[in-house]
């Protein structure tokens, strides 16, 4: 396959795709919900090939987790898609409608993209929630996924493919395309290709935004922070922490560096150390931080058997001394460290003088993805929430809400750390941009320059 | 000046501008309308020597006219900023309000972009237009004016970062680039700057385009269409083509090629040439519009007294014969010669079958800017509006009214014809970004993950 020419194929077709009725979008979705209970078996087959593949090749068991599509899976896959039937039409909304003068009415009005290259991590439900969201927002659509999945993708993608194509869909709706170099090839099809939405490593998503023309939307890292304010209560904070740390550790939205305002520092380290150490969190910090947690091993405040109780740090064993004392170690760590996305059980740690420099810290370090604040001050928290340029920024709950599908918008096709278009969880509306329609009956601008006519501006 | 060290500056200055106040911004607004009344004769002197420098370097008469900054320019550069005053706040609108679960509440809100660099032709009023755009929108920006209103320029500047900074915004809120070696520096600052707005010739957009990894926000080229319907109203129609190419055909969102419906090309083509050429314009086609031409000439339908009589064309000489016949001729173009922008007296002629082919080659050989259909016919005009891939869709206007002062804006940035983030016309809305915030009371994912809570997603 040659995908510069199939992408000009596609972008011929995408005006049609982008003209398709709701009607027809929405029932294009039923129908790829009813061929995929229709071959489960099927499907369950070809997956049950790459997971064997997967083992055979000796895969780690985390990653091979992610691999399985089971009875669970395509029911919550099929769930999704039965929502997304039900979401609002993202296309042909008015958002503007204003008569210019007499007779000449300008309309905004939302469009798709037209075509957009999604290349997505080894997750067989990730094919089936992306092709909905662009089938659903009238966008065409060129896919490309993990290699581990590559059997159950085929399987996939033909009947979700072959399921929009029955519903009256433009047989280039959708695309896939199999080999890993065809991805430098799709890089190049600027002009036919709108949009590029790469997940994966950061690595990865950083080649693809420095080897294309192509506007890229998506995030290459995710340095989230957590501010642990004066005005913080350990016992709400601390349960926060190690959810933002430890529920996920992989993913982009888990929290990277905690900042510590250096009035608690002595109090509040014990308690939230623990806690986190409880759960296998490695330490890594300041000179300041290293030093002030030996004093407080030395004074008995870390590690034994007083420090965190009565607090529910969610964690069975925080408050034992059942954890080897050299798991408080704390690895000193330069400034520019800082800037280190983990996606691991590590944590970076650092103590702050106030909100002003934590808000100027996260700014300088972060990734502008999702960042939070635990304080019960008011002012505190109104002061990060504005100054703090990030995409999501939070007050008292965990990092990892930021998600499509936690924020309602059914699913997402990726979170944008970019400040243009989209940002944050990118659901339908990112998918789609609007066009200026403008109705006359003869108007001509010279007669305005002229001043002979006047424009009224009149919203309706 | 070190270029990258100076938008460092401002990237940590952007926090504190797009706090600012709605009413600080707004007294900075008025504050620059005072100064430039207070300061008007020097402004003028400036200005007169810029003029005098250009005319010693025998500039173009056309472009000296652009850069002469008089009563009439500064009266109406003072009219948009009082207009803007008025315009409501792009700033800290909420789009989404929704409660998540039981106290767990998102809002979407509008933000500034950050820091903006704009690079802009010499035009005094320019400088005044983008610098009080961007305060309004709460943005620090760059600027980088035209070389030939050097000392306007500075001037103007020194006045209008004064009036801003004696208004309470940050000191860093403006910063005025002065040499052209600097906008290389500029476009090497990622990370500090947010976005980049160069308005100018093809090439130097596109060298922008091709020489950053900030994102870009403009147009290379404005090709824009006029395809003329079997169903035209010739009389209104005639008009509208002769103002989109004329009335000011350097600019972007003249026209540059117009379309003819085969059937009414023998009957239509006269009046619509006669109409061109009486306004000086030069002819490229089509082998078979050359050909229909030489036969049309021949036959007495073109050039000869009759044609277009009748018809008010909004040109004195149009129906009489004063022309040469030789301006009539029609110089004969390849297919891909239809991607060319003119910005001049020249237009592009093709005969296509109907809408369908009409909507084709727009969006195979246009620059997604401003197309228009002339019809009576509601279907044709739907079909055209629908399938054409543009920022602008117009029926029975001229391809000029693409502007954002028109569209009642009050101003534009510039004008994109990107898909994403701002299409069209940029004015305080295409300068704004969002950002999530979510406030809790010590919400965890795992609580959510593991089934314990649900989400509900109630919008306010």
Chains 1, 2 share one sequence.
Do not use: W
Not at 396 to 402: G, K, L, P, Q, Y
Request: charged share 25%.
């Amino acid at each position: 396959m040659v995908v510069r020419e199939e992408a000009r194929k596609m972008k011929l077709a995408a005006p049609h795709m982008a003209a398709a009725s709701e009607e027809t979008r929405n029932a294009a979705l039923a129908k790829i919900i009813e061929t995929l209970e229709e071959n489960r078996d099927a499907i369950f087959r070809e997956n049950a090939a790459d997971v064997q593949a997967a083992e055979d090749a000796n895969v780690a068991k985390a990653v091979i987790k992610r691999l399985k599509f089971d009875e669970n899976k395509l029911r919550d896959a099929i769930a999704g898609i039965r929502q997304m039937i039900g979401l609002e039409d993202p296309v042909g909304k008015v958002t503007l409608r204003r008569e210019l003068d007499e007779g000449l009415v300008l309309q905004r009005v939302s469009v798709p993209i037209g075509v957009i290259g999604v290349i997505f991590e080894a997750r067989p439900d990730a094919l089936i929630q992306i092709s909905a969201l662009c089938i659903k927002s009238g966008n065409c659509a060129i896919l490309k996924g993990g290699k581990e999945t590559a059997r159950t993708n085929k399987i996939l993608f033909g009947l979700v493919h072959g399921a929009a194509v029955a519903a009256g869909l433009p047989e280039s709706c959708l695309l896939q395309v199999e080999l890993h170099n065809e991805i430098d090839e799709l890089l190049k099809c600027q002009g036919d290709v709108d949009l590029l939405i790469p997940r994966g490593s950061n690595q990865f998503v950083q080649y693809i935004m420095d080897n294309t023309n192509i506007p890229v939307m998506g995030h290459a890292a995710g340095i989230c922070h957590i501010y642990l304010d004066e005005k913080a209560d350990l016992a709400k904070s601390v349960p926060v922490i190690v959810d933002a740390k430890t529920q996920y550790p992989a993913v982009c939205n888990a929290v990277e560096t905690l900042l510590v305002n250096r009035k608690i520092a002595a109090d509040a380290l014990p308690v939230v150390l623990e806690a986190l150490v409880a759960k296998g969190v490695k330490l890594r910090g300041t000179k300041e931080v290293a030093e002030l947690v030996k004093v407080l091993q030395a004074a008995g405040k870390l590690g034994g058997q007083k420090a965190g109780a009565g607090v529910d740090v969610t964690c069975q064993n925080a408050g034992e001394s059942l954890i080897d004392a050299g798991a408080y170690d704390v690895e000193v760590m330069g400034e520019e460290d800082f800037a280190t996305e983990y996606t691991d059980l590590i944590i970076s740690l650092k103590l702050v003088e106030d909100v002003a420099e934590a808000a100027d810290h996260v700014n300088k370090f972060g990734s502008h993805h999702t960042d939070c604040i635990l304080t019960e001050d008011d002012a505190a928290a109104e002061y990060f929430l504005q100054m703090v340029d990030s995409a999501g920024v939070y007050r008292n709950c965990s990092t990892r809400f930021a998600d499509g599908f936690r924020y309602g918008f059914g699913a997402e096709v990726g979170v944008s750390t970019g400040k243009l278009h989209a940002r944050g969880p990118v659901g339908l509306e990112g998918l789609v941009t609007y066009k200026y329609r403008l109705i006359g009956n003869g108007q001509l601008v010279g007669d305005y320059v002229s001043g002979k006519k006047q424009f009224h501006h009149r919203d309706f």
